[in-house]
Nanobody
Framework: QVQLVESGGGLVQAGGSLRLSCAAS????????MGWFRQAPGKEREFVAA???????NYADSVKGRFTISRENAKNTVYLQMNSLKAEDTAVYYC???????????????????WGQGTQVTVSS
């Protein structure tokens, strides 16, 4: 069982930066694969970034080169550094976790059994 709590959201001007944090509880964090997703009003939840237990990362094309996902296993925390923010990045951002061997495509929300409550990111233009 993994419990997730996001923090770091807020209001920022276009071109600015924010760093989101996701604190995880549970014995399996270091072996878990972690993801960040976002959901804008009226839209489906979409993949943003993922990081595997070994440190491999993957990004949605819309954020590649601007966002960086990282993890600090000693602190049971995963981060999302967001730079050069745009108005279209406005959404609720969710942290998600899945244990090794979980079925499903890593970019699909349904592949992650554990979710945080979300943190709002608003980018003003």
């Amino acid at each position: 069982q993994v419990q997730l709590v996001e923090s770091g959201g807020g209001l920022v001007q276009a071109g600015g930066s924010l760093r989101l944090s996701c604190a995880a509880s549970g014995r399996t964090f270091s072996s878990s694969n972690m993801g960040w997703f976002r959901q804008a009003p009226g839209k489906e939840r979409e993949f943003v970034a993922a990081i595997w237990s070994g440190g491999t990362t993957n990004y949605a094309d819309s954020v590649k080169g601007r966002f960086t996902i990282s993890r600090e296993n000693a602190k049971n925390t995963v981060y999302l550094q967001m730079n050069s923010l745009k108005a279209e990045d406005t959404a609720v951002y969710y942290c998600a976790a899945r244990e090794p061997g979980t079925n499903g495509w890593y970019r699909a929300p349904g592949a992650y059994p554990y979710w945080g409550q979300g943190t709002q990111v608003t980018v003003s233009s």
